[in-house]
Every structure is written in C-alpha cells, then in structure tokens.
C-alpha cells in the first residue's frame, strides 16, 4: 500500500505579470523527513513555502497536505507550525508565555498546558528560563523560543523561513544541529527555505534547489554535491572550477573535450541522445578533487594536470583554499581546497606547481 506523502506539489506555478516566481514545480515529501528548499536570492524559493503556508494561492497545480489540497483548508485551521526570519516573539511576554500562545488559540485544555510548555521548553534547552522576557534572552535562546512556539501544538508540518540567517555563524551552526537533534527527536516533517548551502547539506535528508522559480535538481544532500543535475546546481553547492568548451568524442559516459588548446577527459552528465562534434559544454571539477604537487614525479594518481602559478593563498582555519592561474587553459582562475595541516605552509604565493585531477571527477554538461 502506498503512503500519502506529508506534501507534495503537482504542476504547480504563480506568475506575477511576465515573472514566473514558481514554474512547474513538483515534488514530494515523506513524513518524517527534513527538506530543505535552497536557492539564491529571487530563485522562488521563499514563494514557495508561502504557497504550501496558503498564504499565497497558485495560478495552476495544486499543494496537497496528507493528501489534501491547501486550498480546502483555511490557513488557521491548518496544522502547520512556522518560524521565521525575524521570529515574531511577543515581547511583553515571558518565554513560556510565548510557547503557550498557540495553545490558547487553539483552545487547548489549560489544566495541560503548563505541563506541555514544559515538555517543550525542556526539548529546545530552556530549563528554568520560562520566566524571562525576550529581551532577557540571547539570540540563539530566543531562537529556541520560537522553535517551541512553532512545534508545541504538535502539527503536521513545521516551515522554517531563513530563521538562522541573522544568526552569527558559530551560533547558526550550533542551531542547525538542535534542528536536527530536534526534528530526529520528534519525528516531525520540516520544510526549510535557505541560501545556506551548509545549513542545507547539514541538516537536510532531502534538498530541492531553485532557480528562477523552477526546481533544478530533488536529490538527497550527498547525490546534490556528489552528482549535480546541470552547471547551476555544480556552481551554486559548494566550491566549484567551471570551465567553458567544446564536445570532441563520446564513449559511454566518457567523454573527450577541448579547452582552450588542451584535450581533457571527463564523466558526461547531460541526458542527451544525440551529441555532434563541437556542442558547447560546460566541465564542473570540485575545488577539494584537485590536486597540488611540486613535479609531474610527485602525480600519483591525476590523469588530468597543469602548469600554474599561485595567485592567492586564503587561511580559513581547518583549510586552505588556494588560487592558481593556468597559462595552458587561457589563463583560468584554479580554485583548490587544501585540507593536510602537515602541508599547510608547502605552497607559497608565486611558486609555479602542477594542478591536476582525476577524469572521473570532472563533470561535463551539454549546454542547452
């Protein structure tokens, strides 16, 4: 027997004039698992979460909700939990008076209520401060707050409009954790909206990626990083080298292409049928799958590799990230990530080295 998705989308747009904020967006969602709908800013996603909200009707398709079409529903009646951006906490009132504010309005038997206030405060780390006033609170304890506000009516779903994003990013990233501790805890379904591609990969089981309002890829976080669906997707989740060129042969998913003066190998990623000699193409290869070494005695396993000359060494504690140029593809701009601590001192500003990586590790997209 077949479960009903928590939610799903079918066909469903809006269209403001000749803008398309959402465009033929599809998905679905099982219970109990974490999505989260990244994007730049303008991709739709911020859109679509106020559409599956009902704050928003579409043009056409339809939001379903455990099977049930959105639009059946009054937003006050649905079992939706939200936590946005700017939180929206009373602040005339205490936390715990915050955390029992739905519960009130949904005329929830009062006897229970401070016994369930508890029971949440207690969830998000809030022994012992349901007394305080938000402004006695720091930001990540009212953000807490607002986490408790939104699950202690125990609903359906649970929307998260960027509420990190104000947040500093030791903070953020302790946050996304208690996300996940909390929604494993609970077994709720979360629907997250973010631009943070770390917060996305963390916490995420699922992850759809926007763009212009239309879904580019519905993967799980590792098949997102791993296996990009087009350039977009390669260029936008994580550190990526992107270089223009042109198809020469194709056997398999192997397949031949210049660049500038220089024939590389790499993976086709496009579902394409028919390939002519000469199609544009875009190769996608990942900072941390290139290599650096001093002599060609020292590759031990690129099959690919440069000539380049370090054009900028950027500390950023557990890493290095090093930019090189490469006379031989043009001039590009080489970006790597350089994880060994032993070797973090080994290349400096200047120096000529050889940059390489493995064929397989380089993606190729048809350029539509």
Known sequence: MNRIPAVSASNVCLQFGDVHAVKNVCFELEEGRFLTVLGPSG?????????????????????????QTVREV????????????????????TAAENVAFPLKMRRFDVRMIPDRVKKYLHLVRLEGLGGRRINELSGGQQQ?????????????LLLLDEPLAALDRKLREEMQLEFRRIQKELGVTPINVTHDQREALVVSDQIIVMDHGEIQQDATPLEIYR??????????????????????????????????????????KSEKLTLNQGVSVKAAV??????LFRGQSENRDCEVYFEGRVTDVIFEGERILYELSVA????????????????????ELGEVVFVGWKSRDMHVFVVD
């Open 286 to 291: 990942r900072a941390e799958q290139v290599r």
């Open 43 to 67: 991709s739709g996603k911020t859109t679509l979460l106020r559409l599956i909200a009902g704050f928003q009707q579409p043009n056409k398709g339809e939001i379903f909700i455990k099977g």
């Open 74 to 93: 009054a937003p006050n009646k649905r079992s939706i939990g939200m936590v946005f951006q700017r939180l929206a906490l009373f602040p005339h009132m």
């Open 328 to 347: 031989a593809l043009s001039d590009a701009l080489i970006r790597i990530i350089h994880h060994d601590q032993q070797d973090f001192s080994t290349f």
């Open 144 to 156: 807490r707050v607002a986490i408790a506000r939104a699950l202690v009516f125990e609903p359906d």
């Open 227 to 268: 296996s990009p669906s087009n350039p977009f997707v390669a260029n936008f989740v994580g550190v990526t080298n992107l270089f223009h060129g042109t198809l020469e042969s194709l056997e398999g998913q192997k397949v031949a292409i210049r660049i500038s003066q220089q024939r590389l190998i790499g993976t086709l």
